[in-house]
């Protein structure tokens, strides 16, 4: 089945420097990933999310691209600020009765 | 208000003593899922189900049970709870029966078996 790994486990930036977290997968024919941001005590909510027929998407200052040949994808966050501190999940998907595989987390500390 | 509507929120109990945390959706949502949280491993699928009397193990079934006589519901059983069943659940749901759709979250329940 698919795994995904998502690395760093945690990261500090600067506010308004950039910060970026990168996942991998094994499943070549998973084609949906998306990105969840939870907040302390808070649910995960999606943020973003792109398909394997697109190489990158942006929303404001967030941005997601994906390498299909390298089976990795990264979110981007820049002119970070202190709200976008949080836990960010990366997760994948293959077509069909495949359940969404979630990396473990990476806690995002953006340092006023 | 479109929700995924989980209870309890914290549940307190004891090894052994059978629980049911529950999980409802107004969405109409075919899929619905059961994840566990805990601390450096992420969100583990428990079970998941891609409609009404369909429902498939995920990562980390092994003490819990799952039913999904109708749309809406989707409760979460621990028939003999264990402290290794101390965790963060998430009850989820999403549309037309597959994984590639936004997945809508429940609060949470914070569960602590002694």
């Known amino acids: 089945g698919e795994n995904v790994e998502q690395h760093p486990s945690t990261l500090s930036v600067q506010e308004g420097d950039s910060a970026v977290i990168k996942c991998t997968y094994s499943?070549?024919?998973?084609?949906?990933f998306p990105w969840y941001k939870q907040e302390l005590g808070k649910r995960p909510q999606l943020i973003i999310d792109i398909r394997s027929n697109v190489g990158e998407k942006k929303d404001q200052r967030i941005a997601v691209t994906l390498n299909k040949t390298a089976k990795h994808f990264s979110l981007h966050i820049t002119e970070t600020q202190p709200e976008d501190s949080a836990v960010y999940f990366c997760?994948?998907?293959?077509?069909?009765?495949?359940?969404?595989?979630f990396g473990k987390g990476t806690r995002l500390s953006v340092i006023a | 208000e479109a929700q995924v509507t989980q209870n309890p929120r914290y549940l307190i109990t004891v090894t052994g003593k059978k629980l049911t945390v529950t999980c409802s959706q107004n969405?109409?949502?075919?899929?619905m899922s059961w994840y566990r949280q805990d601390p450096g491993l992420g969100l583990r699928q428990i079970y998941y189900?891609?409609?009404?009397?369909?429902?498939d193990k995920g990562d980390v079934p092994e003490g819990y049970k799952v039913s999904r006589k109708e749309k809406r519901n989707f409760p979460l059983i621990l028939e003999s709870p264990s402290p290794n069943q101390t965790s963060l659940y998430f009850c989820?749901?999403?549309?037309?029966?597959?994984?590639?759709?936004?997945?809508?979250f429940g609060s949470g329940t914070q569960l602590s078996v002694l």
């Open positions: 499943d070549s024919a998973s084609n949906y």
């Open positions: 969405m109409n949502h075919e899929y």
């Open positions: 989820a749901s999403s549309s037309r029966g597959r994984t590639s759709e936004k997945l809508f």
């Open positions: 189900s891609m409609n009404v009397e369909v429902t």
């Open positions: 997760a994948a998907s293959a077509p069909g009765n495949t359940p969404l595989v």
